[in-house]
């Protein structure tokens, strides 16, 4: 049972309302988990410098809101967020599909201790954590959607990544502006399919979705 004072904390009150502006209909439950991660991300971040962002109220249009537009680019049932940092975008939208199966995966030691702490916080039984580099990740299965949000070029993505995608999969980069020069070096084993420029809430700079697939 969720009580009225959980419910009333001033962010998770501001999280419902800049979700409301995506039209995605969410539980409590979920709510309650958004927010509490952001809160662990402000409480880690003053000795493991998670992100450069310590304002709340930009973390929440800047992380939250940029992650949850990617709800609609996620597809098949494993899900791999390379580079994910502080759980961005893996850990939102793992919350919003609790039936799909999500590995994070980041170099990083303290961030993905952080993460395996977030994971038990928040009882998200459908999140694994790796700590190793991409190019020596070998979880045994392929991905439906590889996604990056802050991971080096689309190339050099795509250079790490391909033998994880599977056939019929696909890999999605978030960028900031139209990446032209990056699109260009995509190599003919793969095409792109689709790009798109996202209207962020509270975010006036560019944002863009680029999805690719194998050939």
């Not at 009580?3 to 709510?31: C, G, H, M, N, Y």
């Not at 580099?133 to 439906?144: K, N, Q, S, Y």
């Amino acid at each position: 049972m969720i009580s009225t004072d959980e419910l009333d904390r001033p962010l998770l009150i501001q999280i419902r309302q800049a979700v409301s502006q995506l039209k995605l209909t969410l539980s409590d439950v979920q709510f309650l988990r958004l927010t509490r991660h952001l809160e662990l991300i402000v409480k880690w971040n003053r000795v493991y410098n998670l992100t450069a962002i310590r304002d709340t109220d930009v973390m929440v249009t800047h992380h939250l809101m940029d992650s949850l537009l990617m709800t609609p680019y996620i597809q098949g049932e494993k899900i791999l967020d390379v580079g994910t940092g502080a759980g961005l975008p893996g850990i939102p939208l793992a919350i919003i599909y609790p039936e799909k199966q999500f590995f994070l995966i980041d170099s990083k030691k303290k961030k993905t201790r952080f993460l395996a702490q977030v994971v038990i916080e928040l009882g998200l039984d459908n999140v694994e954590i790796s700590s190793h580099r991409i190019e020596h990740f070998a979880p045994g299965v392929l991905f439906d959607t590889i996604i990056s949000r802050a991971f080096s070029t689309i190339a050099r993505l795509l250079q790490v990544t391909a033998r994880l995608c599977a056939q019929q999969g696909q890999i999605v980069f978030m960028k900031g502006g139209y990446p032209v020069e990056e699109l260009t070096a995509v190599p003919a084993t793969f095409r792109l399919d689709q790009i798109a420029r996202l209207n962020v809430p509270g975010i006036d700079a560019e944002r863009h979705v680029a999805i690719i697939k194998p050939v």
